[in-house]
Every structure is written in C-alpha cells, then in structure tokens.
C-alpha cells in the first residue's frame, strides 16, 4: 500500500520574509558552530565511552540528582556533547545517559522552595551567584527568583522507580550515591533493583573519602555487586560534592582522593572517575601529580614507577572527570540568556546562543580531550 501525505499553507509576504531571515541567520549561525568545532579538533567520530574511559580521556556531564527541568537538561546536553564529539551538528554516537539513585540520605539529594513573592523587586539576587549547584535561576522581567532543586530537605529517591527507568531503552547507566559507611543499605538498594541492571552498560557508585576505611568499603560493595554484575563498574571519587566553585583549591580534595586511590594495589575491580570541586584547574592538579592519562604512579617506597591499575596494565589509572555545578553555572549563563529572551527554548534554534554556549563549554571539556594535541 502506498499513502501519500501533503500539507499547504499559505503565509504574508511579511511573515514569509521573517521565517527566511530566520531560516538564513540559522544556516550561518550553525556554519559558525561548525567552524569552531573544526578549528578546535573535535573528531567528526567518537571513540566509544569504554574507549575514553580506557585512555583517561571520559568526561561526564553531571546535570544534578534533584535537577529535572528537562528542558535546562537537554539544552547542557546538548552543549557538553557537542563539546565532546559534536552530536547533531556532527552525526556521532549518541552519548550513555545516566540516571542517580541515593542508598541513604545524600547532599545531592535535596528539595527545597522559597516563596518569590517575599524577594524585594530591585533585589541584585546574590542568592543566584552563590548558589554552588546552580539552582536557583531568574524566571523573567518581573523580577522574581524561584528555587529549583536547592535546600536542606533530603529524600531517598524510591528504588523500585528507579528499576522501571532503568528497564527503558534509553538509559544506559546507573549512578548509586553512599556514604559507604552502611553496607546494609547498599545491599537492600541493590537488591531492590533487582534485574533493571541487566540492561545497563555501566555501574557507577559515588562515594566520598572516608580515610582507612574507603577500601573496605568498596570491597564490601563489590561484593554486593558482583553476584549479578554484567556491564562495567566505576568508582566516583567525590572530592568535594556540592561545591561548584571556580578556584584551584576546590578540586584539591578530588585529586588527594584519586592519589590515594590509584596507589592502593588490592583495591576492587572498577575504573576511577573524580568528582565533587572539579573545575578548569582539575586537569592540571593531575597533571602536577602525574596521573593524567597514565598508566603508572610512582611508588614513594623507592621511587619506580608501578602500574597499580586494577585493570589491565595499559590502561589509564584515571579514567576521567565527571562536571557538576561548575560546568553547569558557565553555560547557565548562556542557558539563562535565552530563557530571558524566547523562553523554554531549543538551544540548536538560536545559533548565536548555542556557540556562547559551545565556547565555554570547550574550554572545560578540552583540558580532558586534549583538542588540537597530537
């Protein structure tokens, strides 16, 4: 059978001549993205995320746990993709998505709301530049702030939902937050997600640094985990969570947690992956400590270089940097722009805001990728 559909209408010369100009200012603004993403070395290609995580070149978006204006979601996707192999401008793989459960309550795991109407009208709103998670955001001329997804409420996000999202096609990961210091309410978390982790291709568990007894835990973890463990496995070193701020000193404590990490030798089978404080200047505290994308770490007992991988010997010790609040407030900047001038919008539509937007995000994701380095 054979169906033919068609559609006509007509338009004034007026708004036929509006939509051209649109139509024009768009194909010159997307050549201008184009143009950025080749001069700054952005493959047309993109390796596989167990390729990146293998190198130590993986970056991970993280919009927030309690973050779910899908709109604001989809448009920083898009940017950090865009930053990272150029998905749509650049046909490429389309990127895992993640999704975030707690096991307990969890700093990132927050609700709150304040009333707009008790803001003054001429308020500066300093709440919105000091918030480190970047929730709270202007909503329009009136003048008014509302709270996103800050505060001090916490809840435990319910585990038998989060199974029925994992079973959905179109999530590819998991990301458990603990405090590692109870193991029973790992377990009873894993257990309830019973067989919606079949489907995934990779495990992430975010845990801070809880001194002699990080590895034990992990240990305890893994075991939980492994019984029925089928995708990949990855530990989130969380530094300093919440923090989202721009200074060297705030990712000081993700490296120290990664340093320490990387040279234990009998620790669990998993990749490492920093967050929490990560900003422009984590690459190059890594750097200062020799564990950018490499696959030794010297041993201080006699200063030889040893591979304390616990995977194999020629893959990176660590695996990459996972952006939270900071990679979120300098393209919320932009994001907040275009929400002030045309509303909840599509960011590909207005190309002069999509490459503000690129622009910032390539300077934080190339000191992972390493554009234009051979």
């Known amino acids: 059978?054979?169906?033919?559909?068609?559609?006509?209408?007509?338009?004034?010369?007026?708004?036929?001549?509006?939509?051209?100009?649109?139509?024009?200012?768009?194909?010159?603004?997307?050549?201008?993205?184009?143009?950025?993403?080749?001069?700054?070395?952005?493959?047309?290609?993109?390796?596989?995320?167990?390729?990146?995580?293998?190198?130590?070149?993986?970056?991970?978006?993280?919009?927030?746990?309690?973050f779910e204006d899908v709109v604001d979601i989809r448009n920083l996707s898009l940017v950090y993709t865009l930053a990272g192999a150029a998905r749509?401008?650049?046909?490429?793989r389309r990127p895992w998505v993640m999704i975030s459960v707690n096991d307990n309550e969890d700093l990132h795991f927050r609700k709150a709301e304040f009333d707009p109407d008790d803001c003054p009208t001429d308020c500066s709103r300093p709440c919105e530049n000091v918030c480190p998670a970047d929730a709270i955001s202007y909503l329009g001329k009136s003048g008014v702030s509302k709270s996103i997804n800050a505060g001090a409420i916490p809840y435990i996000r319910d585990v038998s939902a989060t199974a029925?999202?994992?079973?959905?096609?179109?999530?590819?990961?998991?990301?458990i937050h603990t405090s590692g210091r109870q193991a029973e309410s790992f377990q009873e978390l894993w257990k309830g997600l019973g067989d919606?982790?079949?489907?995934?291709?990779?495990?992430?568990?975010?845990?801070?640094?809880?001194?002699?007894?990080?590895?034990?835990?992990?240990?305890?973890?893994?075991?939980?985990?492994?019984?029925?463990?089928?995708?990949?496995?990855?530990?989130?070193?969380?530094?300093?969570?919440?923090?989202?701020?721009?200074?060297?000193?705030?990712?000081?404590?993700?490296?120290?947690?990664?340093?320490?990490?990387?040279?234990?030798?009998?620790?669990?089978?998993?990749?490492?992956?920093?967050?929490?404080?990560?900003?422009?200047?984590?690459?190059?505290?890594?750097?200062?400590e020799m564990l950018f994308q490499t696959t030794t770490i010297s041993d201080k007992s006699n200063g030889e270089k040893v591979n304390f991988n616990s995977f194999e010997s020629s893959h990176a010790l660590i695996s990459g940097v996972a952006f939270g609040g900071y990679a979120r407030k300098i393209v919320?900047?932009?994001?907040?722009?275009?929400?002030?001038?045309?509303?909840?919008?599509?960011?590909?539509?207005?190309?002069?805001?999509?490459?503000?937007?690129?622009?910032?995000?390539?300077?934080?994701v190339g000191t992972v990728k390493c554009y234009n380095q051979s």
């Open 332 to 364: 919320g900047r932009v994001l907040r722009s275009l929400q002030s001038e045309h509303g909840y919008a599509h960011l590909e539509d207005y190309p002069d805001h999509l490459l503000k937007a690129l622009k910032e995000s390539l300077a934080l």
């Open 88 to 92: 749509g401008i650049i046909p490429i």
């Open 164 to 175: 029925e999202l994992l079973k959905q096609d179109d999530v590819d990961a998991i990301e």
């Open 196 to 288: 919606s982790i079949d489907k995934l291709r990779l495990v992430a568990v975010s845990l801070p640094d809880i001194g002699e007894l990080t590895i034990p835990a992990m240990n305890s973890m893994y075991d939980t985990m492994r019984v029925n463990l089928h995708c990949l496995n990855l530990w989130q070193l969380d530094g300093r969570p919440m923090s989202g701020d721009i200074g060297r000193g705030t990712t000081r404590e993700a490296i120290k947690f990664a340093l320490h990490l990387a040279s234990i030798r009998d620790k669990p089978k998993g990749f490492l992956q920093l967050a929490g404080g990560t900003n422009a200047h984590t690459v190059e505290g890594l750097k200062r």
């Open 1 to 66: 059978m054979f169906l033919s559909f068609s559609c006509c209408a007509s338009l004034s010369p007026q708004l036929s001549s509006q939509l051209y100009a649109r139509s024009t200012n768009s194909v010159v603004g997307l050549e201008k993205v184009k143009n950025l993403i080749t001069k700054t070395g952005i493959p047309s290609t993109i390796a596989s995320p167990l390729d990146s995580l293998q190198k130590g070149n993986w970056v991970k978006l993280i919009c927030g746990a309690s």
